[in-house]
């Protein structure tokens, strides 16, 4: 059943990738980063239909960047060779057990389509798919015409990873900031951590902000966003 995934551009060499289909809960923004020498695949969805293959970007390499590894971000990342994710979350990656999967599954409405004849919800799992290239707070991510300081921003979950292109201004921020409700309450989740990390972002310069759910947010919405946060954390 073709239509799976909808893909929109939202900035020059970048497509926004969605499942329309699946629980608002569960529903990621995943991001394909055109470069020169190869591209940068960001987060995977749920991996109930095939990513790599559903979608087609040509035949330049790729290198899979998993922010962190919760289930709708990580359906997908086995599909691929090059599998890059921080270090704290290294288990988590190889193993891809029961990452909240009971959850989805009892959700009313998971997914509000078929994805393919004979998709069963109670034989959803995910696939393990372990790193092969770690990335660590600092790290550049080289792509030949654009470069990306990586960013470890834990507090959703230890290992969560955004990605920065200094040099305009773009901000790929994951589920570390999102204008959405936030989650802080998951079991591998840290409200000392996620403050740090909301103050660290009070200091970030951006020009636009493409977080991991809900829509794209410049750099006054994300400091309203983190400073509420801290409001209500620390309030």
């Known amino acids: 059943m073709a239509g799976w995934f909808e893909t929109r551009p939202i900035s020059p060499g970048v497509t926004l ?4 289909f699946v629980h608002p809960i569960f529903r990621a923004n995943l991001y394909r980063i055109e470069g020169r020498d190869f591209d940068i695949q960001l987060d995977f969805g749920m991996g109930i239909r095939s990513l790599s293959a559903d979608l087609d970007f040509g035949d330049k390499p790729v290198m899979a960047i998993a ?22 979350e290294e288990r988590d990656f190889a193993t891809l057990g029961d990452n909240f999967t009971d959850w989805f599954k009892s959700l009313d409405g998971a997914v509000s389509r078929q994805p393919y004849e004979g998709w069963e919800l109670q034989d959803y799992r995910l696939a393990p798919a372990p790193l092969t290239q770690f990335l660590e707070d600092g ?3 080289d792509l030949g015409d654009r470069r990306f300081t990586v960013l470890h921003l834990p507090g959703h979950s230890p290992g ?15 589920d570390a900031i ?19 990390t909301m103050r660290r972002l009070l200091e970030l310069d951006i020009s636009i902000g493409h977080g991991g ?5 410049d750099e006054a919405r994300m400091r309203e966003i983190a400073l509420d946060y801290i409001r209500t954390r620390e309030g």
């Open 213 to 217: 759910h809900g829509p794209s947010f």
């Open 160 to 174: 969560c990873i955004a990605l920065l292109d200094e040099a305009n201004g773009e901000f790929f921020s994951a």
């Open 139 to 141: 790290d550049v991510v």
């Open 67 to 88: 922010s962190h590894a919760h289930i709708d971000h990580v359906g997908s990342f086995h599909e691929f060779a090059r599998r890059a994710g921080h270090h704290a």
């Open 17 to 20: 990738i969605t499942e329309p």
């Open 178 to 196: 999102y204008d959405d409700e936030l989650y802080d309450q998951l079991e591998d989740s840290s409200i000392a951590d996620y403050l740090a």
